[in-house]
Each structure stands twice: as C-alpha cells, then as structure tokens.
C-alpha cells in the first residue's frame, strides 16, 4: 500500500510541475506550486509512517506552513497586480 501512495504521489508531483511550466497565466502557476508543495508534504508523511518514525513530522508541518505562506503572498501579488 505505501509503494502504491508512492507511485500515486509521485504522478501527481509530475502532474503539477508540468502544469507549473505549461500554465498560461501566473494564477495557474501558483496553484501548480501549492499542489507540488501539498504533495511534498504527503511524501513526507508517507515515508514517515513508512519507517515508524516520527522525526519528520516537524518538518512536514514547517513544509505545509511555509507553502501557506508563499501560496498567500503569491495570491495578494496577483490580486494588486490585477491578474
């Protein structure tokens, strides 16, 4: 079942950088990110759970929070750029 998350995961990192090069415009690119950085995050979790260890937790949640933030600035950027 993990080498199945795994698999799954990693289709959809490929997923989101081909839309993060491709994408027409700016706001689809910012989305593209944010998905890339979501799956990270599961990765993370998923190798996590795939161990028995909890040592990365942390660093899942600092991953998670700083692609909030970047996800936020980028969307404020675009909303005063007006579009």
């Known amino acids: 079942m993990i080498v199945a998350a795994t698999v799954l995961?990693?289709?959809s990192?490929?997923?989101?950088?081909t839309r993060?090069?491709?994408?027409p415009s700016l706001a689809d690119r910012v989305v593209?990110?944010?998905g890339f950085?979501?799956?990270i995050v599961a990765v993370i979790l998923v190798d996590s759970i795939r161990t028995g260890s909890p040592w990365f937790l942390?660093?899942?949640?600092?991953?998670?929070?700083?692609?909030?933030?970047?996800?936020t600035a980028a969307a404020r950027f675009i909303e005063r750029r007006g579009g």
């Open 13 to 17: 990192a490929a997923c989101f950088m």
């Open 32 to 34: 593209a990110i944010d």
């Open 58 to 71: 942390g660093v899942a949640v600092v991953v998670a929070f700083v692609g909030f933030v970047g996800t």
């Open 9 to 11: 995961l990693v289709a």
């Open 37 to 39: 950085v979501v799956t």
């Open 20 to 23: 993060a090069v491709l994408g």
